[in-house]
């Protein structure tokens, strides 16, 4: 599948502040960039999705921005509380998706 | 309105033997896909279901099959067993109509093979 790195793999932010997630990717021809949270012994929950003909989306404390000229997409999560603390997923693709490895996220109180 | 379930949540098999996972999409989809997840890694794509037939394919061995059925839930198979199968199963499902294909993932099925 496609190639996709994700930095940094884990990220300790105090509560209140932002945090930056941000995946690069090989050449493609996707269309679809999802991000996913996954919380210990559950599946990956949709947080938010973006698709190429947009640069930014914003939902609520949530955004994310799509270059596809540089290849990359990255995560904001501003005002983080304790329970933004999960691992985090970029992926994209369009019927089959390609995973990052994740970023462990601790958002400390 | 329920997501994409998936059955049984947690299962022990031994080596060699033969699992069925099983997926119910979420209401309105009609495409189903099988991802693998390892402890500590991302979810690797298995296979997809479209239309009762194996749409597309990741890079899987053929112990791995499945089956879609009208109702557009879906089965996993893994026969063979091996230890290196243990993982998190996850279906996910899509909708071939309507404004772009957004993705949603179940809970996943934990297979642990001794």
């Known amino acids: 599948g496609e190639n996709v790195e994700q930095h940094p793999s884990t990220l300790s932010v105090q509560e209140g502040d932002s945090a930056v997630i941000k995946c690069t990717y090989s050449d493609s021809a996707s269309n679809y960039f999802p991000w996913y949270k996954q919380e210990l012994g559950k599946g990956p929950q949709l947080i938010i999705d973006i698709r190429s003909n947009v640069g930014e989306k914003k939902d609520q404390r949530i955004a994310v921005t799509l270059n596809k000229t540089a290849k990359h997409f990255s995560l904001h999560i501003t005002e983080t509380q304790p329970e933004d603390s999960a691992v985090y997923f970029c992926?994209?693709?369009?019927?089959?998706?390609?995973f990052g490895a994740g970023t462990t996220v601790t958002v400390r109180a | 309105d329920a997501g994409v379930t998936q059955s049984p949540t947690h299962l022990i098999k031994t080596r060699g033997q033969q699992v069925t996972l099983r997926c119910s999409p979420k209401s309105g989809h009609d495409t189903v896909s099988w991802y693998q997840q390892a402890l500590g890694q991302g979810p690797q794509f298995i296979f997809q279901?479209?239309?009762?037939?194996?749409?597309q394919r990741g890079n899987f061995p053929d112990r791995f099959s499945g089956h879609q059925f009208p109702n557009y839930s879906s089965e996993l198979n893994v026969n063979a067993l091996l230890l290196g199968d243990s993982a998190l199963y996850l279906c996910a499902s899509s909708s071939s109509t309507g404004a772009g294909n957004t993705i949603y993932f179940g809970e996943g099925s934990w297979l642990t093979v001794v």
């Open positions: 992926a994209l693709g369009d019927y089959k998706l390609s």
């Open positions: 279901y479209y239309e009762e037939e194996e749409r």
